[in-house]
């Protein structure tokens, strides 16, 4: 018997890293819930954060470096790499790689994943693109006071 860090593994792979959202559909129960930053998404819209994903990037890859399981939770700590070749959040294709790290706690109950709570850095991912700058914010406001004078 497979077990379900195996099963959710294997499903959040082939949702996040093949577009094969039905994959993750079967293993997810009716009140599945996500919580990120921005708050919290039923599923319906983690198929559409795939989709536009997908759409977005191509060469889309999901690597899980991690995943541990301890009675209820399983933590999926992922890597995803792509070629920013769509628009994305609002921003134009850049054609640069984007590399993004991240990680999933998922709470499973009778063999379904009732909750996931996802941890992930977009500044992470617009540094990749070129677009957002991670250095030290204080040498950021002296470029910027030195521009302006």
Same mark, same amino acid.
């Given at each position: 018997?497979?077990?379900?860090? *195996?099963?959710?593994?294997?499903?959040?792979?082939?949702?996040?890293?093949?577009?094969?959202?039905? #994959?993750?559909?079967?293993?997810?129960?009716?009140?599945?819930?996500?919580?990120?930053?921005?708050?919290?998404?039923?599923?319906? *819209?983690?198929?559409?954060?795939? *989709?536009?994903?997908?759409? #977005? !990037?191509? /060469?889309?890859?999901?690597?899980?470096?991690?995943?541990?399981?301890?009675?209820?939770?399983?933590?999926?700590?992922?890597?995803?790499?792509?070629?920013?070749?769509? *628009? !994305?959040?609002?921003?134009?294709?850049?054609?640069?790689?984007?590399?993004?790290?991240? #990680?999933? !706690?998922?709470?499973?109950? /009778?063999?379904?994943?009732?909750?996931?709570?996802?941890?992930?850095?977009?500044?992470?991912?617009?540094?990749?693109?070129?677009?957002?700058?991670?250095?030290?914010?204080?040498?950021?406001?002296?470029?910027?006071?030195?521009? #302006?004078?």
């Amino acid at each position: 018997m497979t077990s379900m860090l *195996e099963r959710v593994t294997q499903a959040w792979t082939k949702a996040w890293g093949e577009g094969d959202t039905a #994959a993750f559909e079967r293993l997810v129960a009716p009140d599945y819930e996500r919580q990120s930053k921005s708050g919290s998404e039923g599923l319906p *819209e983690v198929v559409q954060q795939i *989709e536009d994903s997908h759409r #977005a !990037f191509s /060469d889309f890859q999901v690597k899980v470096l991690r995943a541990i399981e301890n009675d209820n939770l399983v933590a999926i700590h992922w890597e995803t790499v792509g070629k920013h070749t769509g *628009e !994305f959040m609002g921003v134009p294709p850049t054609g640069r790689t984007v590399t993004v790290q991240g #990680a999933s !706690f998922i709470s499973h109950r /009778d063999g379904l994943i009732t909750a996931e709570a996802v941890v992930w850095d977009p500044r992470e991912m617009l540094s990749s693109m070129s677009i957002w700058h991670l250095g030290d914010p204080r040498s950021q406001r002296r470029k910027t006071e030195k521009i #302006a004078d």
